[in-house]
């Protein structure tokens, strides 16, 4: 019988071919698209991130207890950089809590939409949905696109134990 319990999550990332995308967490550079990262390490990967921010972790609900964090942006540093100007320097973060991954948009100004909705964007940034609260997270699952900006895609992919 084959385990389907996940280990882990990796985000697919996909976009303009002459972009470059920087992935700084593990310590390799590549241009274009179709390339994988894993969702790793813990909120001390978001040191900037949070300064910036003024974050107090339990401010966003469940990211104290996160097991994993990335962030996504373009700001040198971030975990995975792409290198446009219509990604924000600090666009979104992905974390993983009891396996489970989220997705919260931390203050971009040419938004994030999840398979067709639109994220929210942080207080002040922008027109915001009347019905969807700032800065929340919003679980992602297997297969999910995340557009950052309009162009750069992101896709969730379920690592299986055992695959």
Do not use: C
């Not at 882990?8 to 990262?37: C, K, M, N, Q």
């Not at 100007?85 to 974390?95: C, E, M, R, T």
């Not at 100004?109 to 915001?128: D, F, I, K, M």
Request: proline share 6%.
């Amino acid at each position: 019988m084959v385990d389907l319990a996940m280990s882990s999550w990796e985000i697919e990332y996909w976009g303009h071919e002459d972009v470059p995308l920087a992935y700084f967490t593990g310590a390799a550079s590549s241009w274009g698209g179709g390339e994988r990262f894993p969702v790793e390490g813990s909120l001390d990967a978001l040191p900037r991130v949070v300064e910036r921010l003024g974050w107090n972790p339990d401010r966003i609900e469940g990211l104290a207890r996160a097991s994993a964090v990335i962030s996504v942006g373009r700001r040198v540093g971030a975990s995975v950089r792409i290198a446009s100007s219509i990604v924000a320097p600090d666009h979104v973060i992905f974390f993983v809590v009891d396996e489970r991954l989220f997705l919260v948009d931390v203050g971009s100004t040419n938004g994030t939409v999840l398979n067709g909705g639109e994220v929210p964007r942080s207080a002040g940034s922008g027109p915001l949905r009347p019905d969807i609260e700032p800065m929340r997270p919003y679980e992602v699952r297997d297969g999910d696109v995340i557009t950052l900006a309009g162009g750069f895609h992101l896709k969730a992919h379920a690592v299986r134990a055992g695959a």
